[in-house]
């Protein structure tokens, strides 16, 4: 399966999932390294709008295009979900589910609706997980957001 992150350039080869571990996110509490990824490249984008001001978009962005392994991905339903799953600053009841898919670490990959646009797909990958280094890095390409967003 094709996913997609964005990056500064300087990370684009750091799959090590540090950044999420030193701050959390809406899957994962902080100490917890994970990637996350998504099912394409212009919801990487929207997933980067949302947490950034335009004017502090950095100018280095680059998208990395990963292959990973189709037979270990665990997915989760929006029915699955509490009714505020969708809220910012997100429940910690997301937090509780990661922690748990983490720790019992039988699949590589979560893949999660996506909170800006639940019609597609947000893959968490479990950098704990013996299928990790089977992650390969198709290509990263610089990208330059257009100004109208």
């Known amino acids: ?11 684009a080869k750091d799959l090590s999932g540090k950044g999420a571990e030193k701050v959390g996110g809406r899957w994962n509490t902080k100490g917890n390294p994970v990637l996350y990824t998504s099912s394409t490249s212009s919801l990487s984008i929207l997933e980067l709008l949302v947490h950034l001001d335009y004017d502090l978009i950095p100018n280095d ?43 019992e670490n039988k699949h590589l990959a979560l ?22 280094e089977k992650i390969s890095v198709l290509r990263h390409d610089l990208i330059q957001l257009d100004t109208r967003l």
């Open 61 to 103: 962005l680059v998208i990395v295009q990963l292959e990973i392994p189709e037979d270990s991905i665990q997915k989760v339903t929006e029915k699955e979900l509490p009714k505020n799953w969708r809220a910012n600053p997100s429940p910690d009841k997301l937090k509780e589910l990661g922690a748990g898919w983490i720790k």
């Open 1 to 11: 399966m094709i996913v997609y992150r964005i990056t500064k350039q300087k990370w």
């Open 111 to 132: 893949q999660v609706p996506s909170a800006v646009n639940p019609l597609e797909s947000n893959l968490i990958l479990n950098v704990a997980h013996l299928l990790y």
